[in-house]
């Protein structure tokens, strides 16, 4: 069983940045797709970047495109979400997804969850 853990959730001011890490525990993580998830007060959780499995595809909502990179490294079992020039309505709390398949192909089925860290800017 997969278990995800995300890390360096906090408040930022609107146009600062923050990066975001998932450790992911269980075997065979550089076959694994990868995403991430982000859930406002009140609002449903929505898509907001995913990485393939050999790093060569990345996706990223129209929201987010251009400001925030996911990127993975496969020897430290960890992927990432580099977010830049933040702005109030990126407020929420973040999760980190795995894929339920090996080596899946797009789209993606994310089947594992982590707990989230909170992540709120301020104007």
């Known amino acids: 069983q997969a278990q995800l853990a995300e890390r360096g959730g906090g408040l930022v001011q609107a146009g600062g940045s923050l990066k975001l890490s998932c450790d992911v525990s269980?075997?065979?993580?550089?076959?694994?797709?990868m995403g991430w998830f982000r859930q406002a007060p009140g609002k449903e959780r929505l898509f907001v970047a995913a990485?393939?499995?050999?790093?060569?595809?990345?996706y990223y909502s129209d929201s987010v495109k251009g400001r925030f990179t996911i990127s993975r490294d496969n020897a430290e079992n960890t992927f990432y979400l580099q977010m830049n020039s933040l702005k109030t309505e990126d407020t929420g709390v973040y999760y980190c997804?795995?894929?339920?398949?090996?080596?899946?192909?797009?789209?993606?089925?994310?089947?594992?969850w982590g707990q989230g860290t909170q992540v709120t800017v301020s104007s």
């Open positions: 269980g075997r065979f993580f550089s076959s694994y797709n």
């Open positions: 997804a795995k894929d339920a398949r090996l080596n899946g192909d797009y789209p993606y089925t994310f089947h594992y």
């Open positions: 990485i393939s499995w050999n790093n060569e595809d990345t």
